[in-house]
Each structure stands twice: as C-alpha cells, then as structure tokens.
C-alpha cells in the first residue's frame, strides 16, 4: 500500500478549494481520505495556506510521499 499526500478538489464550478489529504495511492482523487491535512484556497490574494505540519511529518514518517504540487505548497507554508 503506497501512501500519498495530495490535493482533493471541493468547492463549486469555477470555485476551486483543495484540501491536503493522507490517501492510499489508488484511490481516486475524491475519494475518501485517511486524514485531513489543511487546505489551499488559491482564489484568495495572496492564496490561503494552512498545513497542519506535525500530521504532515507524522504522515512522511509512516512512508507517505507527496505529490510535486503537495510539496511545492509544504515549501511554501515554510516546511
């Protein structure tokens, strides 16, 4: 079982709000997560980060790896 950090998409048409999410790398991209992480709103200016880094590294630790946009965002919010 390959874990993945990555982003699922919510909010309505033409409204996107991502939530950072712990899933198994199967799983489709709404499917259902093992955990949230945060969210990224970028329709917001500047765009809105908020990452929960201790369940981030928790989460890394256990082998989860995170998707090229994931760790662009982790850079970002300063991990």
Do not use: C
């Amino acid at each position: 079982m390959a874990l993945r950090l990555r982003l699922t998409r919510m909010g309505s048409k033409k409204k996107p709000f991502y939530r950072l999410v712990a899933l198994n790398s199967e799983t489709r991209r709404d499917g259902r997560a093992l955990e949230y992480l945060g969210y990224y709103n970028p329709l917001q200016n500047p765009p809105e980060i908020k990452i929960d880094m201790d369940k981030v590294k928790a989460w890394m630790d256990k082998g989860a790896k995170p998707t090229n946009t994931v760790r662009s965002l982790l850079k970002k919010a300063g991990a």
